[in-house]
Antibody, heavy 114, light 109 residues
Framework: QVQLQESGPGLVKPSQTLSLTCTVSGGSISSGSYYWSWIRQPAGKGLEWIGR???????NYNPSLKSRVTISVDTSKNQFSLKLSSVTAADTAVYYC??????WGKGTTVTVSS | QTVVTQEPSLTVSPGGTVTLTCASS?????????PNWFQQKPGQAPRALIYSTSNKHSWTPARFSGSLLGGKAALTLSGVQPEDEAEYYC?????????FGGGTKLTVL
């Protein structure tokens, strides 16, 4: 079955760009009409949808983050990625990737600190 | 800014029935918002339970059901088990944007 795994730096300095990759295994990222999402969760708080991408390249972003977010897909590597620019401590969270909100990765913790 | 509201906490006895709700600041929740429900236990990733109001995933226990109730999306647990103690989140689709509710902490006591 499809599995997702997030990867990337666990520590990012303030004002820098957070970059994460989600690797899809057990199936092709291009198969079906799925979209691929990023979601985050600060410690002890609720879930926040960041954005999504279809394999066509079409994207939707959370309006509150839109100016700082870019999601891209690399079908040749079966991966999709998140870039969040100008990060602050408020961006510290567990970041999850998901397929159409039904299959989720285990999450990766990103801390923004100098 | 769109806000999705859930009960902060609920308590249910083992074997009992409980209904969690999900309201939208824009008005009544309809099937067009494609309500989704997720369960999250401490230290774990969320697990999808319900999609498009009432559809269950292959792994969703039969005691979980989704519906629309009084202008809200609803998740009903019938015959609650101790392992159902968790945080539950709803998700609504607003065209190109997805918004999570704040979550309901369900205690089984």
């Amino acid at each position: 079955q499809v599995q997702l795994q997030e990867s990337g730096p666990g520590l990012v300095k303030p004002s820098q760009t957070l970059s994460l990759t989600c690797t899809v295994s057990g199936g092709s990222i291009s198969s079906g009409s799925y979209y691929w999402s990023w979601i985050r969760q600060p410690a002890g708080k609720g879930l926040e949808w960041i954005g999504r991408i279809y394999t066509s390249g079409s994207t939707n972003y959370n309006p509150s983050l839109k100016s700082r977010v870019t999601i891209s897909v690399d079908t040749s590597k079966n991966q999709f990625s998140l870039k969040l620019s100008s990060v602050t401590a408020a961006d510290t969270a567990v970041y999850y990737c998901a397929r159409a909100m039904d299959v989720w990765g285990k999450g990766t913790t990103v801390t923004v600190s100098s | 800014q769109t806000v999705v509201t859930q009960e902060p906490s609920l308590t249910v006895s083992p074997g009992g029935t409980v209904t969690l709700t999900c309201a939208s600041s824009t008005g009544a929740v309809t099937s067009g918002y494609y309500p989704n429900w997720f369960q999250q236990k401490p230290g774990q990733a969320p697990r999808a339970l319900i999609y498009s109001t009432s559809n269950k995933h292959s792994w969703t226990p039969a005691r979980f059901s989704g519906s629309l109730l009084g202008g809200k999306a609803a998740l009903t647990l019938s015959g609650v088990q101790p392992e159902d103690e968790a945080e539950y989140y709803c998700l609504l689709y607003y065209g190109g944007a997805l918004v999570f509710g704040g979550g309901t902490k369900l205690t089984v006591l």
